[in-house]
């Protein structure tokens, strides 16, 4: 069998960037002293990620990690969360949360989703970006914003969520 | 494979794939090379067939044959629950119920026989390699009986050692509920001998046919069990349809498990009294077309060589396990004696759910994750797998598809 050449697709979903944290996450551990836990199911294939973070009383995400197994895409989009959340405010968190769903599931581009945060926040979303390789693969899109979800619920106080929501 | 089941020469793989329209698509621009059939299997022309053909000339409802074509549909019903009684050589045909799924047999006997003839601190067994569906329905018995769940070990090879599953056995035990073929492993359960553990306690033994039936000669009197449960759908039948073969005494004994029409004998006000097995279990409507389908996709296998078909399959599962062990960085889940055409495995560096979307845009349909099979996930100590399950209408072929696709995942993924 002669080996077909890779679609674009699958370049676009697993590119650089994505592998790279995927194979070497940042933050891949319990925040010290963490302000806040949940953990992330996703009940389809059995992935789990804990988001632990530490809120300061003026609303500061001075650290975010994560713990969990799952796929390529679920673990480097928890890794590149947590870079982009080190050191901004919790209302910034809801805000990429957002940007990140609708990037996913293919409702705006990354310019658009610029549009949508405050300007320094800019390198944090092309990065992010890479994750909207998923909008080509929409069983996938719930390994994207698994940890996302969980760091929503571990900021609002929830201990649990899921992606069957 | 089983002792039956004899190996013949002669079989025609390309002849039995020309009956099954879907093998002919392709998916992403590839021939489509489906190796998940232990999740469902795809549907020969003579089931389609059959199917469309009851609701275009023999459908009406059942079992109110004042008219023709109720009665038409009432003996393709019953002609239905005869095929699958010699299918399984069942003793009475009483013994067969209709359900809509192997789920629903199983939560069936746990919610009728087992709320009346369990109580607190009896003993149910399980193995660690049961199905979601053989663990969650005794679980909510457990809760609401106080019962005791026991587990009995899997080896690393994904082997049940019998001399293990006998430690788990005891006075306390009353049932014996455990997986023909594990859907996740592949491994053929030593049901005999575990039939004859349960039996010298005074348990009684179910086994979750779903695996097994597809790929082992069934003869429910033989195996020595009093419970044996399949679904329609991986039997290359239509979904929606489910078995629950019981002795009849069991049957008679246990209460009904829904109420409603057709299941009664006579209903007043003050007392209702209900019909005899099987309609006493098949309340409402029941499930006819679907019934008739699974008939023909047992019609359909009777025409087949089942011998050769075991052998098939048994071939190609040799195959796979020697092209799977010589791709760098895969590890064969499930590698014990005489073990069915299903292999799961991991590759380093790769989560089976990456593996997948690679393969599928290859034209390989696989499953990834943890084949509802959490409890032994965690005991294999993985996350979640990667699983090819073959079927008789796969080649030798659609493995080289495999491997050629994993090599190609391995260059998009590592």
Same mark, same amino acid.
């Given at each position: 069998?002669?080996?077909?050449?890779?679609?674009?697709?699958?370049?676009?979903?697993?590119?650089?960037?994505?592998?790279?944290?995927?194979?070497?996450p940042r933050n891949l551990r319990i925040v010290e002293h963490h302000t806040c836990k949940a953990q992330g199911n996703n009940p389809m294939c059995g992935d789990r990620v804990t988001v632990t973070a530490r809120v300061s009383p003026d609303g500061v995400l001075e650290d975010v990690a994560f713990e969990g197994k799952g796929c390529a895409i679920s673990i480097a989009s928890a890794s590149?969360?947590?870079?982009?959340?080190?050191?901004?405010?919790?209302?910034?968190a809801h805000q990429l949360f957002t940007a990140v769903h609708d990037l996913c599931v293919g409702k705006i581009d990354a310019d658009q989703a610029k549009a949508t945060v405050a300007a320094d926040l800019g390198d944090s979303i092309d990065k992010l970006a890479s994750l909207s390789g998923v909008r080509q693969f929409p069983?996938?899109?719930?390994?994207?914003?698994?940890?996302?979800h969980a760091l929503i619920s571990c900021l609002d106080g929830k201990p649990q969520t899921t992606t069957e929501k | 494979m089983n002792k039956k089941l004899v190996k013949t020469a002669a079989y025609d793989v390309t002849k039995v794939r020309a009956d099954f329209p879907i093998l002919a698509r392709e998916v992403h621009g590839k021939p489509l090379v489906y190796l998940d059939s232990a999740a469902s299997a795809q549907k020969p022309r003579q089931v389609i067939e059959a199917i469309s053909r009851a609701y275009s000339h023999e459908y009406a409802n059942v079992h109110r044959g004042a008219?023709?074509?109720?009665?038409?549909?009432?003996?393709a019903y019953e002609a239905a629950r005869e095929k699958v009684r010699r299918f399984i050589n069942a003793a009475r045909l009483k013994e067969v119920v209709f359900t809509k799924g192997a789920t629903e047999a199983i939560n069936l006997v746990a919610a009728t026989w087992g709320r009346s003839f369990i109580k607190a601190g009896d003993e149910i067994v399980l193995t660690a390699v049961e199905h979601?569906?053989?663990?969650?329905?005794?679980?909510?018995?457990?809760?609401?009986?106080?019962?005791?769940?026991?587990i009995a070990p899997v080896a690393v090879n994904g082997s049940i050692d019998i001399q293990e599953f006998a430690k788990v056995i005891g006075?306390?035990?009353?049932?014996?509920?455990?997986?023909?073929?594990?859907?996740?492993?592949?491994?053929?359960?030593?049901?005999? /001998?575990? *039939?004859? =553990?349960?039996? &010298?306690a005074g348990a009684k033994l179910l086994?979750? !046919?779903?695996?097994? @039936?597809?790929?082992?000669?069934?003869?429910?009197?033989?195996?020595?069990?009093?419970?044996?449960?399949?679904?329609?759908?991986?039997?290359?039948?239509?979904?929606?349809?489910g078995i629950l073969w019981a002795r009849e005494a069991l049957l008679e004994a246990m209460p009904p498990y829904q109420g409603g029409g057709d299941m009664i004998d006579s209903v007043t006000f003050a007392k209702t009294t209900w019909a005899p097995p099987p309609a006493k279990f098949e309340a409402g409507t029941p499930?006819?077309?679907?019934?008739?389908?699974?008939?023909?996709?047992?019609?359909?296998?009777?025409?087949?060589?089942?011998?050769?078909?075991?052998?098939? /399959?048994? *071939?190609? =599962?040799?195959? &796979?396990?020697?092209?799977?062990?010589?791709?760098? !960085?895969?590890?064969? @889940?499930?590698?014990?004696?005489?073990?069915?055409?299903?292999?799961?495995?991991?590759?380093?560096?790769?989560h089976p759910h990456d593996l997948a979307t690679v393969l599928d845009r290859s034209g390989v349909c696989v499953r990834a994750g943890h084949h509802c099979a959490q409890p032994l996930m965690e005991i294999l100590g993985v996350n979640a797998t990667t699983r090819a399950s073959f079927a008789l209408y796969n080649t030798m072929g659609e493995v080289d598809a495999l491997i050629a696709a994993l090599r190609k995942a391995q260059e998009v993924l590592l």
């Open positions: 069998m002669i080996a077909a050449p890779l679609t674009d697709d699958l370049r676009t979903l697993y590119q650089e960037v994505i592998l790279d944290h995927g194979k070497h590149m969360m947590s870079e982009a959340l080190a050191g901004q405010k919790v209302a910034v069983v996938r899109v719930k390994c994207a914003t698994l940890p996302w | 008219y023709y074509l109720s009665e038409t549909a009432t003996t979601h569906s053989n663990i969650v329905p005794w679980q909510l018995l457990r809760d609401a009986t106080g019962c005791v769940l026991r006075p306390k035990t009353k049932l014996v509920a455990v997986a023909h073929v594990s859907n996740v492993l592949g491994t053929v359960l030593p049901v005999r /001998e575990i *039939a004859e =553990l349960a039996h &010298a086994l979750d !046919g779903c695996q097994g @039936i597809v790929h082992e000669y069934v003869d429910v009197q033989d195996l020595g069990c009093d419970f044996y449960v399949f679904s329609g759908h991986k039997l290359y039948g239509p979904t929606g349809i499930p006819i077309v679907q019934a008739i389908g699974l008939g023909a996709a047992i019609d359909y296998l009777n025409t087949l060589d089942r011998a050769a078909v075991a052998a098939h /399959e048994s *071939a190609l =599962l040799r195959y &796979a396990m020697t092209s799977l062990a010589q791709v760098p !960085g895969v590890r064969l @889940i499930g590698t014990a004696p005489g073990k069915a055409a299903v292999q799961s495995f991991v590759m380093e560096g790769a």
